[in-house]
């Protein structure tokens, strides 16, 4: 039996990556069980999936040990620990997940695997592209599973979104690279460690107003930027908590209507006029 356990914030795709990967296990023949679990805010809030892969029926979903676990991001670590042993590989993104989170958990990885998930679905595909960052990392674990069969469940649970050619290959394409990654690996070469902390400026200021953003609750929605009446706003190269865009300030154009504070969802931004 092989027991995987995914966590991540809800909206990186933690679910997506357990329904194709699910439906690539009973696809190739093999037995499997599959359960999410996640808290009252599906989206923000951690997202858990707890998944078994055997030769014969699976009798409980659950379990408190994994062979497999992979984390998404910092507040998953919290999440985690607790299932991992001597013998789990640990997958991480090494571009999203700070040292100081690794911290915790450092005396008890003995085999990892670290993706700049992040940092390359950002550069090359799509924010958006993450998790089949992940999903490919982890189909290179599963020898017995057919990486077809993987491609095909892919095309089958994501539907008629990849009926664009551009998002297809954007998927197909983080795929692979996450696979690829996972086979050339060598944690002899690579020290088990995370991103160094990120410098992102929270206050922009002048002598009439300042306006403040708060990465660790933007979700990337867009919505600030689209009721902005100057159009002051636009989406940054710097990312949040869930690697989406954060939204950056042009002080010249903003006149500190707090229309993009009203409209915010969560919080994440405050205007105040001098």
Not at 83 to 88: I, K, Q, R, V
Not at 167 to 191: R, S, T, W
Not at 210 to 222: D, L, Q, V
Request: hydrophobic share 40%; glycine share 8%; aromatic share 8%.
């Amino acid at each position: 039996m092989i027991r995987i356990l995914l966590a991540g914030e809800g909206g990186q795709g933690v679910q997506t990556v357990a329904k194709i990967l699910v439906e690539a296990v009973q696809a190739s023949g093999k037995k499997t069980s599959y359960i999410p679990s996640f808290g009252v805010e599906q989206r923000g809030g951690v997202s858990l999936s707890y998944i078994q892969i055997d030769n014969k029926t699976i009798p409980y979903p659950r379990f408190e040990q994994a062979e497999i676990v992979v984390a998404f991001c910092d507040r998953a670590i919290e999440s985690i620990k607790h299932y991992l042993t001597d013998e789990s590989l640990f997958i991480f993104d090494c571009s999203a997940i700070s040292n100081a989170s690794l911290q915790p958990i450092k005396n008890k990885v003995k085999r990892y695997l670290g993706l700049p998930a992040q940092q390359i679905a950002q550069s090359k595909y799509s924010t958006k592209a993450l998790n089949m960052i992940f999903l490919g990392a982890l189909a290179a674990q599963l020898k017995e599973i057919n990486f077809t069969k993987v491609e095909e469940a892919l095309f089958k649970t994501l539907g008629d979104k990849l009926n664009d050619p551009k998002i297809k290959n954007m998927n197909l394409g983080a795929l692979h690279e996450g696979a690829q990654l996972a086979e050339n690996f060598d944690p002899k070469a690579v020290v088990f460690e995370g991103a160094a902390p990120k410098n992102i400026q929270k206050e922009f200021s002048d002598d009439k107003k300042t306006w403040a953003r708060f990465p660790e609750y933007c979700k990337g929605c867009g919505l600030c930027l689209v009721r902005c009446p100057v159009g002051a706003l636009k989406f940054s190269d710097e990312v949040g908590f869930l690697g989406n865009p954060l939204p950056e300030i042009d002080l010249d154009k903003c006149i500190a209507c707090g229309m993009c504070e009203q409209t915010c969802p969560d919080g994440a931004i405050k205007v105040e006029k001098k």
